[in-house]
């Protein structure tokens, strides 16, 4: 009898330690406790086998084992519960704690690029003009050709050039989209033209081999140099404030005659001298000029009947003297730190 109680609470512990689920336990309560087959039930029914004088002592030894089998059962259920329960209540604090303090929202800000091309784009929108794109990969006849730059010829330089192929190259301006815009409207036009162009320049402080251009074109009948100084001058006006005045410098472009370029009084000491200036009170800010008769010829427009203006801006550069940044490398570096800091 003693032998049996001994295996009876054995593989009672053993069971009992293992156990880690209430499913588990529940087997283990019906294992020694069930009401028919359970082996501790069942032990009480052979007290009968032991003589009279030790019934009261096995009686004794048995529901001892029986109390201690049923306790230790409920002290492990509990602690099973327990555990559930916390894992439960980490979860929920997870989603629902109230009290934890908010994730941070951060608001994406637009690139300081974007505002600056979407201002003189507006600008434009505000004086009539429509805003246009075209690709970046051209063919040699619309980068060059029909923009009266001579493939063998020296001013072929000024727009070096990234080769894709024989065929095909990375835009060096965005001057071929006034042709393509030629090609499928006639006159009046009215269009700007924000995109990329890329050039194989040695990059620092004001180079990128990428960088962003803005082109106009307008053409309709009796357009003169007049019209060109006026839009242009109202635009600076309206980019950089009022008191901003304008001059032209003849210069050379192919695709315009006569060609000038527009600097602005300097926006940072307003005409007296300054380093951004470099001590002369203006900034030259972009390349302009009557449109070429052979261009126009190139984009099947009459130029007996029509003329016209063009004009050129870099919108780093223009973005660089706005916001006062001295190295064109931050624009394209997305440190969110220099990024947020317009708006
Ligand atoms: N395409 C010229 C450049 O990239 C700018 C320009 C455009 C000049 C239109 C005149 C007219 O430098």
């Given at each position: 009898m003693d032998d049996k109680l001994k295996a009876i609470e054995q593989e009672f512990q053993q069971a009992i330690s293992n156990a880690d689920s209430l499913d588990t336990i529940e087997n283990i309560r019906i294992r020694f406790l069930g009401r028919k087959e359970g082996l501790v039930t069942n032990i009480f029914k052979q007290?009968?086998?032991?003589s009279p004088e030790q019934k009261p002592l096995y009686g004794q030894k048995i529901n001892h084992l029986k109390d201690l089998v049923t306790q230790e059962i409920d002290n492990k259920a509990k602690q099973i519960e327990g555990q559930i329960a916390k894992g439960v209540s980490q979860k929920a604090s997870k989603g629902f704690d109230i009290t934890l303090p908010a994730f941070k929202q951060t608001i994406a800000k637009a690139h300081p690029l974007t505002l600056v091309r979407d201002e003189i784009c507006s600008l434009f929108i505000e004086m009539g003009f429509n805003i246009v794109e075209g690709p970046e990969i051209e063919t040699e006849y619309y980068n060059f050709e029909a923009l009266n730059?001579?493939?063998?010829?020296?001013?072929r330089e000024s727009f070096d050039t990234f080769y894709l192929d024989k065929k095909h190259l990375l835009r060096s301006h965005t001057s071929p989209v006034q042709i393509r815009y030629m090609e499928n409207n006639q006159p009046p036009i009215q269009i700007v033209v924000p995109g990329k162009v890329y050039r194989p320049d040695a990059t620092d402080a004001t180079h990128s081999f990428m960088f962003h251009q803005l082109e106009g074109l307008l053409i309709d009948k009796n357009i003169t140099l007049a019209h060109l100084k006026g839009v242009l001058s109202v635009f600076a006006k309206k980019l950089f404030g009022p008191k901003t005045k304008t001059r032209f410098r003849p210069h050379f472009f192919p695709f315009t005659e006569p060609s000038a370029e527009m600097d602005v009084s300097c926006i940072i000491c307003g005409g007296k001298g300054c380093r951004v200036c470099k001590y002369n009170g203006w900034i030259e800010i972009l390349g302009s000029g009557m449109v070429h008769p052979k261009v126009l010829k190139a984009g099947n427009i009459d130029s007996k009947k029509y003329s016209g203006f063009a004009f050129g801006m870099g919108i780093e550069r223009i973005a660089m003297l706005k916001y006062g940044i001295d190295d064109i490398r931050l624009f394209y570096e997305n440190d969110l730190r220099f990024v947020k800091q317009f708006s």
């Open positions: 007290l009968g086998t032991v730059i001579p493939l063998e010829h020296p001013s």
